[in-house]
């Protein structure tokens, strides 16, 4: 259980703004050998969608103290963000993979209040994939 509990703590945290690798974590656990393989994959999509879910949160919470002091973004930055994320629309939620960009654009899509199920399915299909493709690459060579 203690795997399980790392594994998700460090996918929520790595789709937040901390610096943390939830790949290095779930490839740790794939060469122990000591949990079933669909259960990791499971438990770090999970964890890593729940990050994008809060930052989803934020967004929308964030956007009503826009023009204040101590507001992380410029008005020009904001404005540059909705025009790309218009331009994209939501499928720009299938980067949210994506290191650098892909959690401030979960935050974006909060903002620009992005409909909650489709942000959850995209974003979970983008993370889920990821550790997919990640697992696909590490287990053959196990």
Do not use: C, H
Not at 41 to 60: D, E, F, M, S
């Amino acid at each position: 259980m203690l795997s399980y509990g790392a594994l998700f703590l460090s996918a929520l945290m790595a789709a937040s703004f901390l610096p943390m690798q939830s790949e290095a974590v779930l490839i740790g656990l794939l060469v122990a050998r000591q949990e079933p393989v669909a259960s990791l994959l499971v438990i770090a999509t999970l964890g890593n969608v729940l990050g994008a879910v809060v930052n989803w949160v934020l967004g929308r919470a964030l956007r009503r103290f826009e023009g204040r002091a101590w507001f992380p973004a410029s008005q020009e930055q904001m404005q540059r963000a909705q025009r790309w994320y218009l331009r994209y629309g939501r499928w720009s939620l299938l980067g949210s993979w994506l290191p650098i960009v892909g959690d401030p654009i979960t935050v974006v899509a909060g903002a620009l209040r992005e409909s909650f199920w489709p942000f959850v399915a995209l974003v979970t299909l983008a993370k889920g994939g990821r550790y997919i493709v990640l697992t696909a690459m590490t287990v053959p060579w196990l």
